[in-house]
């Protein structure tokens, strides 16, 4: 119930390509769903978060779309650059838990080439 | 921008010996989270600490784990006799208050090797 599927789990993009990472969850209490990019030998760092109130939330070249009835949410990544190469990884997080902690997907290892 | 430290970045220690992370969360966040990463996996969650306390834990923390706010700036992590499996990335996060509008910070992590 508390999982996060991600997928897919490594991701090749051409350089201004567009990358696209899903994730799928269950649990319907979650309310707030982040998105975070990891360089090697850092901490994650969020990106992009949005609600379920919203369908859509963009921030320059990143989109988040999300579609409550099928519990899923995927980030898009316009106009791929070399330095969007990293680790991203989708989270959830509800109310109804007492710690309100995140629960992070799997990852997606992007590689966006020259 | 404020940050959240981690201290030390990287700690190898013997099996069975005593390690004890740090973190300076940023100063007026009142959540303070750990959360570990084995090497080319996703991050899970260990414990969460508000108010001088454990709000929840998860099943990797168990008795050998621990955490304290010793003195009201740093936050702690201690793993009283370690395992080869805790081998791992530990990152410190920490919040500002509950509510959609208050994000997590992390700090860049504590790379423990235990051989």
């Known amino acids: 119930q508390q999982q996060v599927k991600q997928s897919p789990q490594s991701l090749i993009v051409q350089k201004g390509g567009i990358s696209i990472i899903n994730c799928a969850y269950e649990?319907?209490?979650?309310?707030?769903f982040p998105w975070y990019q990891q360089f090697p030998g850092k901490g994650p760092a969020l990106l992009i978060a949005i609600r379920p109130d919203v369908s859509e939330k963009k921030e320059g070249r990143f989109t988040i779309s999300f579609n409550k009835s099928a519990k899923q949410f995927s980030l898009h990544i316009m106009d791929s650059q070399p330095g969007d190469s990293a680790t991203y990884f989708c989270?959830?997080?509800?109310?109804?838990?007492?710690?309100?902690?995140?629960?992070f997907g799997g990852g997606t290892r992007l590689m966006v080439k020259p | 921008e404020p940050e959240v430290t981690q201290t030390p970045s990287h700690q190898v220690t013997q099996m069975g010996q005593e390690v004890i992370l740090r973190c300076v969360p940023i100063?007026?966040?009142?959540?303070f989270y750990w959360y570990r990463q084995i090497l080319g996996q996703k991050v899970e969650f260990l414990v969460s600490?508000?108010?001088?306390?454990?709000?929840?834990k998860s099943e990797i923390f168990d008795d050998q784990f621990s955490v304290e706010r010793p003195d009201g700036s740093n936050f702690t992590l201690k793993i009283r006799s370690t395992k080869l499996e805790d081998s791992a990335m530990y990152f410190c996060?920490?919040?500002?208050?509950?509510?959609?509008?208050?994000?997590?910070?992390f700090g860049s992590g504590t790379r423990l090797t235990v051989v």
């Open positions: 989270a959830a997080r509800g109310e109804d838990n007492a710690g309100n902690m995140l629960t």
């Open positions: 996060a920490s919040r500002k208050d509950r509510g959609l509008n208050y994000g997590y910070t």
């Open positions: 100063s007026n966040h009142l959540y």
């Open positions: 600490f508000y108010n001088n306390e454990i709000s929840e």
């Open positions: 649990n319907t209490a979650f309310d707030y």
